[in-house]
């Protein structure tokens, strides 16, 4: 499986319940938090839903 390093590049203040809880289950929350993924389908679902918000980068 490929790696991903996925980024939070935008605040989740005034999103909706869902994209937060995305964000969260991603193991992010803070802005600038770097996190190292699998990219499984799930996960490219999960980053599907929010890449308004983060920045997403093969490794």
Known sequence: MNKVLVT?????????K?????IQALGLGKLNRT????????????????RHLID???V
């Open 56 to 58: 997403v980068k093969e």
């Open 18 to 22: 869902r994209q937060v809880l995305t």
């Open 8 to 16: 939070q590049i935008r605040s989740t203040i005034k999103r909706p």
């Open 35 to 50: 996190v190292e993924k699998e990219l499984t389908p799930q996960i490219a679902g999960m980053i599907n839903k929010v």
